[in-house]
């Protein structure tokens, strides 16, 4: 047991070195959402009209909407940029060091994506802070409770992650992730539009926002920013990570994965 | 007696390619074993078997009397390993990469700095424990990968092809280095390599070719009256099997 939290404490620090001596990693993190935020969402503001609807308790402006859907996509960019730096872990072969640890594999995989999460939370938390300064708050209880919903998001994210670079053989595959993985996750959520805006240009469009565990991370942390638990995005988001964990533990299976395909 | 590496009948396959077929040898508690073979010959998926990257399709494995199908984590613990391809991270410094890797093996704390003077004092590596890894040349990184796969004091210790890339000096150095810690520590070694002149005439030599075992004894045994390379080439040639 000493064992397993001293390894899970020095991935953990890895990471945050890592993270610490790229900079410009961290900068791209912050300037994607801010991006959104002041040039996307300002330009919406007259076309987008939203009516009341939970959490919130009155009219709230497009900016106000969208930056809980931001913050999941710090978490969403942040899972799929780990994903990446798996296959390149894999193809530099300090993958291989990982999983030559006495320790179990699924206690391994697990660390890495606490570490990664973690770092992404720290990510998040200081486009929060930008937000603020521009003059978007949320309830000062919403900055301590985001914090198991953005955990429990980004373990969701990163699964996804760790699940796909399990099946991805190579670096230069990467690109396919953003085009069918990243975007659509994005786009077809409720990260920038409401449901009932969905359902008005298209039901099945609004049904696959509605299935898209995506959505259900954005509503996790949109309810959380206001101090409430979204129960339903909840079970979703706990569904979907351990559907992806598993997946991915068995993409990291000796015996079972894609990994004995790729020597 | 125990042997500090058995391989018995290991037979594994990507899809339909057979990449090895029945490969079987053990070699003796601190031994030092050269595993030659050409490119493609199975090595790395030897290796990968061994460290547990994946599982083979039939066959087993032992690490110091332990199995790896049966008990992999108190296996893996007993084999310090270095990768044909480095392993480190460039921009953390030479202790930190090794704190990283004890960590791996549940060492922290006083333990573990001790364990990581004793491996750099080994390697001759420790007035560099604060440089940047990235600061280094080739042969100091792969004596810092060498000392790293020491730190938790393994029974058997595996190199696949450890030398690739550095020049003549280097590789005679980082060679010299290996066989000293077999002699002096008990330690069994397992180095695979294409290199024949990395092989002492005493060394224990399994030669492999297209996924078998072509020839097992001593090296001197193999090379007979002619020079090691020229047999080697002669064997690969015609896929004899001696």
């Not at chain 1, 670096?171 to 069918?180: D, Q, T, Y």
């Not at chain 2, 070699?27 to 050269?34: L, Y």
């Not at chain 2, 590596?125 to 938790?152: D, F, P, Q, S, Y």
Request: some cysteine; hydrophobic content about 50%; overall charge positive.
């Amino acid at each position: 047991m000493r064992g397993a939290v001293i390894c899970l404490v020095a991935i953990i620090q890895r990471e945050a070195l890592r993270f610490v001596s790229q900079r410009g990693r961290f900068l791209a993190a912050l300037v994607r959402p801010l991006v959104w935020l002041i040039v996307f969402a300002a330009g919406f503001r007259a076309a987008l009209g939203l009516s009341i609807m939970p959490p919130y308790q009155t009219y709230i402006t497009y900016e106000v909407y969208i930056v809980p859907g931001l913050c999941a996509m710090v978490l969403l960019f942040s899972g799929m940029q780990s994903s990446l730096s798996l296959v390149y872990d894999r193809e530099m072969g300090s993958m291989r060091l990982l999983l030559t640890s006495p320790l179990p594999r699924w206690w391994l995989l697990f660390s890495k994506l606490i570490a990664s999460t973690l770092i992404s939370i720290v990510q998040v938390y200081a486009f929060l802070a930008i937000a603020a300064l521009t003059g978007i708050t949320f309830p000062a209880i919403g900055y301590v409770l985001v914090f198991p919903a953005l955990l429990l998001g980004g373990l969701m994210l990163g699964a996804l992650g760790l699940l796909l670079s399990s099946t991805i053989s190579q670096l230069e595959n990467f690109a396919g992730v953003m085009n069918f993985v990243i975007f659509p996750m994005f786009f077809l959520s409720t990260a920038l539009y409401p449901l009932w805006k969905m359902a008005e240009a298209s039901t099945i469009l609004r049904d696959i926002c509605a299935v898209n565990p995506f959505s259900h991370a954005v509503e996790l942390v949109r309810f959380a920013l206001y101090g409430e638990l979204n129960a339903v995005a909840l079970l979703w988001v706990l569904g979907a990570f351990a559907v992806f964990l598993a997946g991915s533990l068995w993409g990291y299976d000796p015996a079972r994965g894609m990994i004995r395909r790729k020597a | 007696m125990t042997a500090g590496l058995r391989v018995q009948t290991l037979t594994h396959r990507y899809g339909k390619k057979l990449a090895l077929d029945g490969v079987s040898f053990s070699v003796e508690r601190g031994a030092f074993c050269a595993l030659l073979g050409p490119n493609g010959a199975g090595k790395s998926t030897l290796f990968a078997l061994m460290t547990r990257l994946f599982v083979p399709e039939s066959g087993s494995i032992s690490i110091d009397g332990i199995s790896l199908h049966d008990n992999p984590r108190a296996a893996l613990g007993k084999i310090g390993v270095v990768f044909q391809q480095p392993t480190l991270d460039l921009d953390l410094s030479v202790r930190r990469n090794l704190v990283y890797f004890a960590a791996l093996h549940g060492l922290s704390g006083r333990d573990a700095g001790q364990r990581i003077d004793s491996a750099l004092g080994r390697l001759g590596m420790a007035e560099r424990a604060g440089e940047k890894v990235r600061a280094l040349n080739g042969g100091h990184r792969r004596r810092m990968e060498i000392a790293r796969a020491l730190i938790h004091a393994p029974s058997v210790l595996l190199l696949d092809e450890p030398t690739v890339g550095l020049d003549a000096a280097t590789r005679q150095a980082i060679t010299g280095h290996v066989h000293d810690l077999a002699e002096t520590s008990g330690l069994t070694v397992l180095w695979a390599t294409h290199l024949v002149d990395e092989i002492r005439a005493s060394d224990r030599l399994v030669i492999m070719h297209k996924g078998c075992v072509l020839a097992d004894g001593t090296s001197a045994q193999i090379a007979g009256a002619a020079p090691l390379a020229d047999r080697f080439l002669q064997m690969t040639a015609a896929g004899e099997v001696a």
